[in-house]
């Protein structure tokens, strides 16, 4: 689904696939691709793609929001593609624990990026956005800000109405807080989670902050 002008997002709503949410975002030389999710069900991804006129080698740049396997696995299947990959590195060095916690065996050098970025500007053939760290969920999470849009794609740091688990390697409940107290003093206007509904509207994402602030931030 069209999210805003150059932003896609490839959202699911099955109650039994344990997969995240994916996020193309387009700039006018570039497309960057957030969260591919699990291998086994990147085919959703594909079907995304070709709605849109494109496919997998047409990707410049893969970026993972952290390491967990429901958004980092299929980045395996653009290893053999000229399109770069990129994530946190404290959540790149610590892939292989998280893999041990859930029982996954990985091949670390399936998801070598290409480089790191934790923090700051990111350029790509003219598209500017911005990362910000953002752990608590694990240790390395980011966030991507996209200020000529005002997007914020959150990964599992924050959801409508909710919060990413601290309870995974690396968590940690006050450190996730002062991470959603820090995005919400952006301006968003389309917060894009890595699970659930996108959240539409400067009035309604503020709700949101406000919501999960007065009601989770007491459970963590």
């Known amino acids: 689904m069209q999210i805003t002008q150059g932003l896609d997002g490839f959202l699911w709503t099955s109650m039994s696939a344990n997969n995240c949410n994916t996020y193309l975002i387009q700039g006018e030389g570039a497309r960057v691709l957030v969260d591919p999710g699990h291998l086994r069900l990147f085919d959703h991804v594909e079907r995304g793609l070709r709605e849109v006129g494109l496919e997998p080698a047409d990707i410049d740049l893969v970026i993972a929001t952290h390491a967990h396997p429901d958004h980092v696995e ?85 959801f409508k109405e909710g919060l990413g688990r601290v309870d995974l390697p690396g968590g940690n409940g006050a450190v996730l807080k002062e991470s959603i107290r820090r995005l919400s003093l952006l301006e968003t206007e389309w917060l894009c989670p890595g699970h659930g509904d996108v959240v539409t509207g400067r009035t309604a994402v503020s709700a949101n902050f406000s919501l999960v602030e007065k009601f989770w931030f007491t459970y963590i």
């Not at 893999?99 to 990985?106: R, T």
């Not at 914020?152 to 740091?157: E, F, K, M, N």
């Open 74 to 158: 299929a980045v395996r299947l653009f290893n053999d593609l000229p399109t770069l990959f990129a994530m946190p590195e404290i959540d790149w060095r610590l892939l292989k624990d998280i893999g041990m916690a859930l029982g996954v065996s990985l091949d670390m050098e399936a998801y070598q990026p290409d480089f790191f970025r934790s923090e700051g500007d990111l350029e790509i053939k003219g598209l500017s956005l911005q990362v910000v760290r953002s752990p608590g969920h694990s240790p390395g999470s980011v966030s991507l800000y996209w200020p000529e849009t005002k997007a914020l794609l959150t990964g599992d740091v924050l």
